[in-house]
């Protein structure tokens, strides 16, 4: 039997999911890196779904998936930030639905997005050490186009301070 899978805006009630998914995210990181994502204000996450910038997946009715868009990213992109881009942050899956593809369905998504919006690029980041992220978002069709150290006084979440990042981006 096939499932539904829809992407739709998160909501204020889901803050909680959301924050759940966030806490399996960092034990996750914590397992397999020394980096790892630090906590998130609750006001900067309401903010971003009243500017209706967060996701969820539901595969049959259920989260299995959430994920962040941001139009700007110039403490990370820099001089690219000038192009017309959707950038993909927070992707964070339940264990229970890892294997479905997520970041593929996501790439489609916010490619069609970015057709209809008349947007270059589709953007994303991880860890410049993740090498395993590394393969898996290549194979998803991103181009790595370079690298970058974060300075500590950047204005990003903590957790981004004096790392470097791979940079990953597919032309629409």
């Given amino acids: 039997m096939q499932n539904h ?5 998160s909501t204020t009630e889901n803050l909680a999911i959301l924050f759940e998914f966030y806490d ?4 996750h990181q914590k397992k397999v890196s ?5 906590d998130f204000d609750v006001e900067l996450v309401k903010n971003e779904i009243s500017e209706q910038r967060q996701y969820k997946i539901l595969v049959d009715g259920k989260v299995a ?14 001089e690219k930030d000038k192009d017309s881009a959707i950038y993909l942050h927070r992707i964070v899956t339940h264990p229970d639905f890892r294997g479905y593809g ?18 270059q690029f589709v ?10 992220l590394f393969t898996y978002y290549t194979s998803c069709g991103f181009n790595h186009v370079g ?24 032309g629409v």
């Fill in 65 to 78: 998936c959430v994920f962040l868009v941001t139009f700007n990213d110039p403490q990370i992109w820099e």
């Fill in 24 to 27: 399996m995210a960092v034990a």
């Fill in 102 to 119: 997520f970041v593929n369905i996501i790439t489609n998504w916010a490619k069609a997005y970015a057709k209809d919006n008349q947007i």
């Fill in 147 to 170: 690298s970058i150290k974060i300075a500590a006084d950047s204005g990003l979440p903590k957790h981004y301070e004096g790392i470097r990042l791979n940079l990953f981006e597919i």
């Fill in 5 to 9: 899978i829809e992407i739709v805006n």
């Fill in 123 to 132: 953007r994303l980041d991880t860890w410049a050490d993740n090498e395993k």
């Fill in 34 to 38: 020394d980096k790892h994502w630090q």
